[in-house]
């Protein structure tokens, strides 16, 4: 009775306003605009936190990512569902991660933030979620053949405890060295002092919505990747009524805040090349599908105990690096000198891993 609370249709649609309340709030408390909550956004960001970038205008380590899986952890053991597992082709769950980030940096942002830029008038979100959807069709394609990663196994208690003790010394970084005014370095982590990574809403807040959006979307299962995968195959729009009310909501709350902005041009870290708007979360998308979840939805999976999809978010973060680093990770000027390039090899990766996982009927 109660997981059916969450799970039904009023449950998920109001799941859905509320993670869309907590990350407008977030916006309005100091994160960048239309970027309260952003998996791919937020990760890069802590890669270049940890210096594995050097970007100076996005390192911030972002709590909201700890926060979100803690409250995933949270609610699982509160409910009976820590389930410690893993072993489901972990390699190519890493590359999927991988793929995943480098397209959702051509866009910059992954599916929530998407959405929350056209719940601020970004009309290039348009664009980037008719790629995201048909990235998801690919993948359905190839699930109807047989397409499949295998099943993972369980596994001892202190496997499920990896990525929940991570995120909780990922937070202790941040309580022990903390920013210095002005300065772009405190200790071992790296702040950036300009740029989208100097923006962020207090500590407190960023954590306390990260928790709530962690716990809220571990009882609903929400998952944008989902929502469109279930539509395509089942013709099926439960998990849809969640992001329909995310948008919602999110929209009707940057009116009453008058940040609402309609156009193509001027939007907040964002471009205007749609084609690689498109292209770039087409890849995300059919990696998000071939993976089994979006990016918010392996973070919540991570929290359940699922080492695999932890594989996934740490193979999103090494990847936010590798874009920074080599020039694939789009700006508002455009997309990287190399970010095409990345996704074309994305798109081949992603068509061999489809391929070389469909299992035949016997």
Same mark, same amino acid.
């Given at each position: 009775?109660?997981?059916?609370?969450?799970?039904?249709?009023?449950?998920?649609?109001?799941?859905?306003?509320?993670?869309?309340?907590?990350?407008?709030?977030?916006?309005?408390?100091?994160?960048?605009?239309?970027?309260?909550?952003?998996?791919?956004?937020?990760?890069?960001?802590?890669?270049?936190?940890?210096?594995?970038?050097?970007?100076?205008?996005?390192?911030?380590?972002?709590?909201?990512?700890? &926060?979100? $899986? !803690?409250? +995933?952890?949270?609610?699982? @053991?509160?409910? /009976?569902?820590?389930?410690? *597992?893993?072993?489901?082709?972990?390699?190519?769950?890493?590359?999927?991660?991988?793929?995943?980030?480098?397209?959702?940096?051509?866009?910059?942002?992954?599916?929530?933030?998407?959405?929350?830029?056209?719940?601020?008038?970004?009309?290039?979100?348009?664009?980037?979620?008719?790629?995201?959807?048909?990235?998801?069709?690919?993948?359905?394609?190839?699930?109807?053949?047989?397409?499949?990663?295998?099943?993972?196994?369980?596994?001892?208690?202190?496997?499920?405890?990896?990525?929940?003790?991570?995120?909780?010394?990922?937070?202790?970084?941040?309580?022990?060295?903390?920013?210095?005014?002005?300065?772009?370095?405190?200790?071992?982590?790296?702040?950036?002092?300009?740029?989208?990574?100097?923006?962020? &809403?207090? $500590? !407190?807040? +960023?954590?306390?919505?990260? @928790?709530?959006? /962690?716990?809220?979307?571990? *009882?609903?299962?929400?998952?944008?990747?989902?929502?469109?995968?279930?539509?395509?195959?089942?013709?099926?729009?439960?998990?849809?009524?969640?992001?329909?009310?995310?948008?919602?909501?999110?929209?009707?709350?940057?009116?009453?805040?008058?940040?609402?902005?309609?156009?193509?041009?001027?939007?907040?870290?964002?471009?205007?090349?749609?084609?690689?708007?498109?292209?770039?979360?087409?890849?995300?998308?059919?990696?998000?599908?071939?993976?089994?979840?979006?990016?918010?939805?392996?973070?919540?999976?991570?929290?359940?105990?699922?080492?695999?999809?932890?594989?996934?978010?740490?193979?999103?973060?090494?990847?936010?690096?590798?874009?920074?680093?080599?020039?694939?990770?789009?700006?508002?000027?455009?997309?990287?000198?190399?970010?095409?390039?990345?996704?074309?090899?994305?798109?081949?990766?992603?068509?061999?891993?489809?391929?070389?996982?469909?299992?035949?009927?016997?």
């Amino acid at each position: 009775m109660q997981h059916r609370r969450f799970t039904g249709t009023f449950g998920i649609a109001a799941s859905g306003a509320l993670m869309a309340a907590l990350a407008v709030g977030l916006q309005h408390l100091g994160n960048p605009a239309n970027m309260g909550l952003c998996v791919a956004c937020f990760e890069r960001d802590i890669a270049g936190a940890l210096g594995l970038h050097r970007t100076e205008i996005v390192q911030y380590l972002r709590p909201e990512i700890p &926060a979100l $899986l !803690l409250g +995933s952890f949270i609610a699982s @053991l509160s409910f /009976g569902e820590f389930k410690p *597992r893993a072993g489901s082709s972990p390699l190519t769950r890493f590359i999927l991660g991988m793929c995943a980030m480098i397209g959702a940096l051509v866009f910059l942002g992954c599916p929530w933030r998407a959405l929350l830029r056209l719940a601020g008038g970004d009309l290039n979100a348009v664009t980037g979620l008719a790629g995201l959807v048909t990235g998801i069709g690919v993948g359905t394609l190839f699930f109807r053949k047989g397409y499949s990663l295998g099943r993972n196994t369980p596994q001892r208690a202190g496997a499920g405890l990896v990525m929940p003790v991570l995120m909780l010394g990922t937070l202790a970084l941040l309580l022990i060295f903390p920013q210095i005014a002005g300065e772009g370095k405190s200790g071992v982590l790296f702040y950036s002092v300009k740029g989208p990574g100097s923006m962020h &809403a207090p $500590l !407190l807040y +960023s954590l306390g919505g990260g @928790l709530a959006v /962690g716990f809220l979307a571990q *009882r609903s299962r929400f998952c944008t990747m989902g929502a469109f995968r279930d539509l395509l195959m089942f013709r099926h729009a439960h998990l849809l009524i969640g992001v329909a009310s995310f948008v919602a909501a999110a929209f009707a709350l940057n009116l009453m805040l008058g940040k609402v902005n309609v156009g193509f041009a001027g939007q907040p870290v964002a471009h205007s090349a749609h084609l690689w708007n498109f292209l770039g979360m087409m890849t995300a998308g059919w990696a998000f599908a071939l993976a089994g979840g979006c990016p918010g939805r392996q973070i919540f999976m991570a929290g359940e105990g699922d080492a695999d999809a932890g594989l996934f978010m740490i193979g999103m973060i090494v990847a936010a690096a590798f874009a920074h680093n080599f020039g694939l990770a789009s700006s508002p000027a455009g997309i990287g000198a190399y970010g095409d390039a990345a996704v074309y090899v994305c798109l081949i990766v992603l068509l061999g891993l489809s391929l070389a996982h469909v299992r035949k009927a016997s």
